[in-house]
């Protein structure tokens, strides 16, 4: 691979003399191009190369040339912030200290993130007011590095701010966002019900499980006995997923390992009817999404190669189950959850189930939210069985002017 410069096609040479020299060269030199080329082509590079070139950049600072580094922190990247804090930290004292606390309250959003990664390591509490002023930074990674540091200060100001702002009802999903991320980068698992309880009252359900998943993964939510959080968070995801959420995060989420876990549990005799009944639903909900995403390129395209084989596993996965899915999916239309019945109506049309018709009208007869009659009846339009409802009853039960509408033209 040409990596664009003769320093970094030596740094990732196999020949350790000539990787080894080349880190001495882009410290000593200061090759800023070097290290900026490098950050661009670094989700190219695997991870293994990665860690050489960090270990021979670290190993090649010394008294001389350390301070050079304050020339390649206007180019952030994650993959190789390491680089210039294992170096910081290899020559801190006093006087490198007070210069990163002058570049925490005086430079560029990307400079301001090395800093406040620095003083994870070293905490000195003069860089207390800079880390809380850059918390909610639109730059990610600094807002990210200062949550995180102020979590090893344990700083709890902000944290238990951002609890109260999310559980205030008053205030707006969109203005909640920059909370909940600094809640999930601060890292305490204690917040996970407070995330939860949002989830639940929460009209973005698929960033706050997403972000739920970076703070706690599914295992560990297992490993707490909370089945039916573990169920609700999965739901959501599966809904989210292309258009949401990222389809990378399959990987980062274990998706495979979890329906494995979801399909070993559907066969476990003692498994409470309701609960079987929802895991069955999200079963057959995720083998309907990820066929349709693994054979439309249109969703895969620009994925990496090991994303989409993964996806590919996981739709081959979903297809080799025995399990008759459908049994006892009627309890789904009988759940108190007005989302489970949406959901379960959307499973029933998605793999056309007509044999279903008969506990849809009973549903739609039993139900208290109007919006699922409406979704019911367009159910049944499309399984042309509008005979099993008795249009004028249903009609009169309706309060809603728009949804009376919607169902009146359904049947037209």
């Known amino acids: 691979m040409d990596l664009g410069t003769k320093n970094l096609n030596d740094l990732i040479s196999k020949d350790d003399n000539a990787s080894n020299t080349a880190a001495k060269r882009i410290l000593d030199n200061c090759d800023v191009e070097s290290f900026e080329k490098l950050c661009e082509k670094s989700e190219f590079l695997f991870d293994y190369i990665k860690e050489k070139i960090l270990k021979n950049l670290v190993c090649a600072a010394d008294k001389d040339n350390f301070f050079n580094t304050f020339k390649f922190i206007k180019i952030y990247n994650i993959d190789f912030e390491d680089f210039i804090i294992k170096v910081w930290l290899k020559f801190a004292n006093d006087d490198l200290t007070d210069k990163i606390l002058e570049i925490f309250e005086d430079g560029t959003a990307e400079e301001k993130a090395y800093a406040a990664s620095y003083f994870y390591y070293i905490n000195d509490p003069l860089a207390l007011e800079d880390l809380k002023k850059n918390a909610f930074s639109d730059y990610e990674p600094l807002a ?229 009659i409406s979704e019911g009846i367009k159910v049944l339009k499309s399984f042309n069985r509008l005979d099993l409802i008795q249009k004028d009853e249903t009609i009169a039960k309706l309060k809603n002017e728009n949804i009376k509408a919607i169902i009146l033209s359904t049947f037209s």
């Open 144 to 372: 990210q590095n200062c949550a995180r540091t102020l979590s090893k200060f344990n700083d709890r100001e902000i944290f238990n701010q951002s609890i109260e702002i999310i559980e205030d009802s008053t205030v707006d999903d969109f203005e909640k966002y920059k909370y909940v991320n600094f809640l999930i980068s601060y890292g305490d698992k204690q917040v996970f019900n407070n995330l939860y309880n949002y989830l639940e009252n929460s009209f973005a359900k698929g960033f706050i499980a997403s972000s739920i998943l970076y703070l706690k993964g599914f295992y560990e939510i297992l490993e707490d006995n909370e089945l039916d959080k573990a169920l609700r968070i999965f739901d959501a995801i599966l809904t989210s997923y292309p258009e949401e959420i990222s389809l990378d995060t399959v990987m980062d989420f274990e998706i495979f390992n979890f329906l494995s876990f979801l399909v070993q549990k559907i066969n476990i005799e003692n498994t409470q009817k309701s609960e079987n009944s929802y895991i069955k639903r999200l079963i057959l909900k995720a083998k309907y999404k990820f066929n349709l995403i693994s054979r439309e390129d249109i969703y895969t395209f620009d994925l990496a190669k090991n994303i989409k084989k993964e996806i590919n596993n996981i739709s081959a996965f979903l297809n080799t189950i025995k399990t008759n899915l459908f049994e006892g999916l009627e309890k789904e239309l009988e759940s108190s959850s007005k989302d489970r019945v949406f959901e379960a109506l959307d499973v029933i049309l998605n793999f056309g189930k007509v044999e279903f018709s008969n506990d849809i009208k009973e549903t739609i007869e039993k139900t208290q939210y109007e919006d699922v």
